[in-house]
């Protein structure tokens, strides 16, 4: 994989380095990619308070992922107090930021940049075996998406369970925006037949559980998607292999996606959460810019495979 050097985390995402075809990105057994994401609060009011919490910096390794390098910014008026930052990992080994500012004017930004390798073949995501229900408000079923759950299984390995999993939900839940929001559990997006990535993530979680089949709850980034996506990672107990599993696009992941958090559901994950006070009630405005790319691509795979045909 040509890498031309490594690209500068300040400059990442610019003009500089263009993307590569979607197709292309598909095939390919290895890649760099760069991720710019910004999100800017815009307050009514000035603010004298914030705590916030943002996951929005990838993983440091996740699977055949790797943060090359990163920076994060907070971007706020200069006037102000210093604003204080810890950066740590939570249960999940999720990087986490938190960030308490004393005040804001009228505006504040978080920007990330991040420089990303990944290679197929790589030894796939450790999987978190810590004393977690993994059921949870938002991925528990009722009684209809229970029994869809027995009606989708069959024999197989958990591998080959959650793939059939994954075509229910495709096939049952229609993508549609308005219909749903962040605290719609997955009964509910399955009644409804309807819903964005996060809900069709909820429902072949609880699916999957419901199977005793384990998975968890994946967010991140896909090559061409504005906002944020979100997935699923199941393990097959038999074998320890851990797949990602895409039932919006009912896929597997390949090296257009880029893992930022994992978790039980989107509450464990979401990019930004946070309290202010201020002296006056503040209506808040959230702008997220994002900036996305596959930079470099290596074909070592089909090029094998061209080889290997020709003797």
Same mark, same amino acid.
């Given at each position: 994989m040509a890498q031309a050097g490594l690209l500068d985390a300040e400059t990442a995402g610019a003009d500089?380095?263009?993307?590569?075809?979607?197709?292309?990105?598909?095939?390919?057994?290895?890649?760099?990619?760069?991720?710019?994401?910004?999100?800017?609060?815009?307050?009514?009011v000035p603010i004298t308070r914030m705590e916030h919490r943002l996951v929005v910096i990838p993983r440091r390794v996740h699977g055949d992922q790797r943060r090359i390098e990163h920076r994060f910014r907070v971007l706020v008026d200069e006037a102000r107090d210093p604003?204080?930052?810890?950066?740590?990992? &939570? $249960?999940?080994?999720?990087?986490?930021?938190?960030?308490?500012?004393?005040?804001?004017?009228? #505006?504040?930004?978080?920007?990330?940049?991040?420089?990303?390798?990944? %290679?197929?073949?790589?030894?796939?995501?450790?999987?978190?075996?810590?004393?977690?229900?993994?059921?949870? $408000?938002?991925?528990?079923?009722?009684?209809?998406?229970?029994?869809?759950?027995?009606?989708?299984?069959?024999?197989?390995?958990?591998? &080959?369970?959650? #793939? #059939?999993? =994954?075509?229910?939900?495709?096939?049952?839940?229609?993508?549609?925006?308005?219909?749903?929001g962040v605290r719609t559990t997955a009964a509910e997006a399955w009644d409804m037949?309807?819903?964005?990535?996060?809900? =069709?993530?909820h429902v072949m979680i609880a699916m999957c559980t419901e199977l005793g089949i384990p998975a968890r709850y994946a967010s991140g980034h896909l090559v061409g998607e504005g906002a944020?996506?979100?997935?699923?990672?199941?393990?097959?107990?038999?074998?320890?292999?851990?797949?990602?599993f895409d039932p919006t696009h009912d896929?597997?992941?390949?090296?257009? @996606?880029?893992?930022v958090a994992v978790?039980?559901? @989107?509450?464990? %994950?979401?990019?930004?959460?946070?309290t202010v006070w201020?002296?006056?009630?503040?209506?808040?405005r959230l702008e997220i810019r994002k900036e996305f790319r596959v930079v470099s691509v290596g074909m070592r795979k089909r090029e094998e495979e061209h080889d290997a045909a020709n003797g």
């Open positions: 500089v380095a263009p993307a590569i075809a979607r197709d292309e990105v598909a095939s390919a057994c290895a890649a760099i990619s760069v991720l710019r994401h910004v999100a800017t609060y815009t307050y009514q604003t204080l930052l810890h950066t740590g990992t &939570d $249960a999940f080994g999720n990087t986490v930021v938190d960030i308490h500012a004393h005040g804001v004017d009228d #505006r504040i930004s978080f920007e990330t940049t991040a420089v990303l390798s990944r %290679v197929l073949g790589e030894p796939g995501p450790r999987w978190h075996h810590g004393a977690v229900d993994p059921r949870t $408000a938002l991925t528990s079923p009722g009684a209809a998406l229970s029994r869809a759950a027995r009606d989708t299984d069959g024999p197989g390995g958990d591998t &080959d369970r959650a #793939r #059939r999993v =994954m075509a229910r939900v495709a096939e049952h839940v229609a993508y549609g925006k308005g219909a749903t037949g309807r819903g964005v990535c996060q809900d =069709m993530a944020s996506h979100a997935w699923v990672e199941v393990l097959d107990a038999a074998t320890g292999a851990v797949t990602a896929r597997v992941t390949d090296l257009r @996606y880029v893992t978790g039980r559901d @989107y509450s464990d %994950v979401s990019p930004t959460a946070g201020a002296d006056a009630a503040s209506g808040g």
